[in-house]
């Protein structure tokens, strides 16, 4: 599977579910910015999507590790801004990539830790 078709996938999952997987965010920033949404709908569509597709995912380190990467960034910056509070709150995302993460050897978490902090 291809990093672009597995993002495709990854953006067609209903925006409006996105908002609250960060859950650490402040229920007032979430108000204010008009995007407090309930998340069972994003995260029963992100299982799924795991059931489905992470056999065909291929078993690399680089690979697991710029899905991760770009996924996180790409939420973050485009739901969140560059919102400190938000960004210190990036590991609950490693909750719904877990299956990426596992499959990663301990230099390459480390490494993706580091990049997204």
């Known amino acids: 599977m291809e ?6 996938i990854i953006y067609s999952i209903s925006t409006d579910d996105f908002f609250e997987i960060v859950t650490e965010v402040p229920f007032e920033y979430c108000q204010k910015k008009g995007c407090y949404y309930k998340t069972k709908a994003f995260m029963k569509n992100l299982q799924s999507f795991h059931a489905k597709h992470l056999e065909r995912i291929v078993d690399a380190d680089e690979y697991c590790f710029s899905v991760c990467h770009r996924i996180v960034n790409t939420l973050l910056e485009q739901y ?14 490693f909750l719904f990539l877990q299956p990426w993460v596992k499959k990663m050897s301990n230099d390459t978490k480390k490494k993706l830790s580091r990049e997204i902090r």
Do not use: D, M, R, Y
Not at 3 to 8: G, I
Not at 81 to 93: A, D, I, M, Q, R
């Open 80 to 93: 969140f801004g560059s919102n400190e509070v938000v960004k210190n709150t990036t590991c609950k995302l």
């Open 3 to 8: 990093l672009e078709e597995l993002l495709s």
